[in-house]
């Protein structure tokens, strides 16, 4: 069936109807990134490639150190967030589900500043293991301010959005296979692995990519969490360098390089799922 | 006479100030809330009782050097720009940015003009950062970088930096402070550091500038590497008085007005006492200045005078607030109470000052210790 096209004076108003939005989208952000990225060819007037040489020699480390972070966040958040969704799914607990989706509505600074406490070397966690009697009262905890604290915190914070996205694609996945799984004597995690989760290869994907470029780009929970120094994660490099030195040629670069790993991800995307 | 004229007579004869114009004075903020908070609630209202038709209108920009940045960068366009009557009429900026704008001819030399201009004193009324800035700053209060102690589990504090380095050896992980990242006061110590290590304080504070000396840095900073293994980097300045509080670690670089604020809101345990260590650590002001063009530059010269009172100075900066003058302290710390003056010089005594106080170095000096520090330390 052949669709009509529409006619030219219609065409002509949906075409105005569109420029606002998209001046918008060319103001706001197109010309920004324009600039930060002439900028970030730009140090003392002349063009060259001394920002990047900087940040390769400061913040290598930390480029690695953030892809790291948010692939082990990703993890984190994918391994608690797919068999939470897929029990959803399965049988019904309006308990736990309301339960998850309260960090969408805790803001980030929060996230990192209640993290930063509770994992504290001498922090609310250790307070109530040593309370259980699971550990000594001189122990102390180390990974609070490590990679590690981090991640669990930033998946923490993305774990409802997760859900939400995974329990929609799982949901539209048909009861027909999930029965003819159970005949075949299925259990819970069976049908997850098994019927759930290839089904909704798609949606999961955009998810990761989502929460990956999310987390990529977190700024308050390693601010409130991160210690003054070893690694960083990119933002917080980036922030520094502006706020502390104004050397917005660095924080350019620093932005680029970002820009370069978000787009990494969501190039993957649209190659691997969107076909 | 027609009703409106009738009209038009009896406002302005009943407004209050008449005859005057309706003033609203600027005041840009480049600290804390607490800062901004004085102006605000102590200094703006003490203003207006004087002059009534004068509105003191205090805005922060935020902390850290980011903060007094933003000042910079406005004043700076609005310079650019070509502009008359700029929208701020007082920033109260960081040495650093004191500096640059001094140098950049974005202030005015009010100083003179002030009732009390023969109590600013002080080396760093004087020079900042290299610069000559005689006759455009007066520190608002002054604010002294010093190691804070737990006495429960430090009998002996250090004296000096060498102590202090061999306590960490013996006490490893129970010394912490801010690295480069968190606040002045971890920056503070660190230029101390070098100054320690290095023993050319003069160099580094007078200048010239001459890039040889990155190697001198460097080792300075090398060993500061060596000495941070054993040592908490904590997270920022309320970040170390948190770990001392809980104990995570028994001494700290900290601000000395911080430590004071936090004892007097009772968010910090009492016991905990600064000490100043020789060679000394910097003391970092903020200035209050007036932009060249400010709009309304004669109220900001007098508002500046009331901050710049030495009963002011005595009863809101040292009394309220727990900072040092920012004024010649002879003049200010005959007026303030024998117990607010205790809890001032507890650990820290007015001798002290005078001999461990030291100043930031100069501005090329301070990025490549700050450089230095980025690439070997981490």
Redesign the interface.
């Known amino acids: 069936m052949r669709v009509p096209r529409a006619r030219p004076v219609e065409q002509l108003l949906w075409w105005m109807a569109a420029v606002p939005a998209t001046a918008v989208i060319v103001v706001g952000f197109g010309v920004p990134l324009l600039q930060s990225l002439a900028a970030s060819f730009v140090r003392d007037g002349r063009i060259t490639l001394a920002n990047y040489e900087l940040v390769y020699r400061l913040y290598g480390q930390d480029v690695v150190y953030t892809v790291l972070v948010a692939a082990a966040g990703l993890v984190l958040t994918f391994g608690a967030g797919i068999p939470l969704a897929g029990y959803l799914r399965l049988h019904a607990a309006p308990t736990v589900e309301f339960l998850l989706k309260i960090p969408l509505f805790v803001p980030f600074v929060v996230v990192g500043h209640a993290m930063r406490i509770f994992l504290a070397p001498r922090g609310t966690l250790l307070s109530v293991l040593h309370a259980l009697g699971l550990i000594s009262p001189d122990a102390s905890l180390g990974f609070g301010q490590t990679w590690l604290g981090l991640a669990i915190a930033l998946a923490w914070k993305h774990l409802a959005l997760i859900v939400l996205l995974l329990m929609g694609a799982f949901r539209a996945v048909d009861e027909s296979y999930l029965e003819a799984a159970r005949g075949f004597g299925a259990g819970t995690i069976r049908q997850i692995w098994a019927v759930l989760v290839p089904m909704s290869a798609s949606s999961l994907a955009l998810a990761a990519v989502l929460a990956l470029t999310s987390m990529l780009a977190s700024f308050s929970i390693p601010l409130m969490m991160s210690r003054g120094s070893g690694p960083q994660m990119l933002m917080i490099d980036l922030y520094y360098r502006f706020g502390q030195h104004g050397d917005f040629g660095v924080a350019s670069a620093l932005g680029v390089v970002s820009y370069l790993l978000a787009s990494g991800a969501a190039y993957y995307y649209l190659r691997t799922v969107s076909r | 006479m027609g009703l409106a004229a009738v009209l038009v007579v009896l406002i302005a004869t009943t407004t209050p100030g008449y005859g005057q114009a309706r003033v609203t004075l600027q005041v840009a903020i480049a600290a804390d809330v607490n800062v901004v908070e004085v102006h605000r609630n102590f200094l703006g209202v003490a203003f207006s009782k004087n002059h009534p038709h004068v509105t003191v209108h205090a805005v922060g920009t935020g902390t ?3 903060a007094s ?1 933003a000042i910079y960068t406005k004043l700076k366009a609005q310079a650019d720009a070509g502009r008359r009557n700029w929208d701020i009429d007082v920033a109260l900026v960081s040495m650093r940015y004191a500096s640059q704008m001094v140098r950049e001819n974005l202030l005015y030399r009010y100083v003179p003009e002030l009732q009390f201009a023969p109590y600013v004193v002080g080396p760093d009324t004087v020079r900042a950062f290299g610069v000559d800035v005689k006759g455009y700053v007066v520190p608002m209060f002054k604010n002294q970088i010093a190691i804070a102690y737990n006495p429960r589990f430090v009998a002996q504090p250090p004296k000096t930096f060498a102590e202090l380095e061999a306590w960490v050896r013996a006490n490893p992980r129970r010394f912490g ?6 606040g002045v006061s ?1 920056i503070g110590f660190v230029m101390a550091w070098v100054y320690y290590k290095t023993g050319r304080y003069e160099l580094f504070t007078q200048g010239p500038f001459d890039k040889a000396n990155d190697r001198i840095i460097r080792s300075a900073i090398e060993q500061l590497r060596d000495f ?1 293994r054993n040592v ?5 300045n309320a ?1 170390t008085l948190d770990a001392l509080n ?3 670690i028994w001494m700290g670089a900290v601000w000395v007005d911080q430590l004071v604020a936090w004892k007097n809101e009772g968010r910090m345990n009492p016991e905990i006492t600064p000490v100043l260590i020789a060679p000394g650590l910097p003391i970092y002001p903020l200035y209050l200045t007036v932009p060249r063009e400010a709009a309304n530059r004669d109220w900001a010269v007098k508002y500046i005078d009331l901050v710049a009172n030495p009963q002011i100075q005595a009863k809101v900066i040292v009394e309220q607030f727990g900072w040092y003058p920012g004024i010649d302290p002879n003049r200010v710390m005959p007026l303030v109470s024998p117990a607010a003056r205790a809890l001032l010089f507890k650990g820290v005594t007015p001798e002290d000052l005078a001999r461990y106080s030291q100043q930031m170095p100069i501005g090329e000096y301070y ?1 490549a210790i ?1 450089l230095a520090y ?2 070997i ?2």
């Open positions: 850290g050097e980011a940045r402070y801010n690295g480069i990242k968190g971890g941070n908490v980097i904590t997270s920022g970040g809980r104990a995570e990025d700050l980025e690439e330390v981490r």
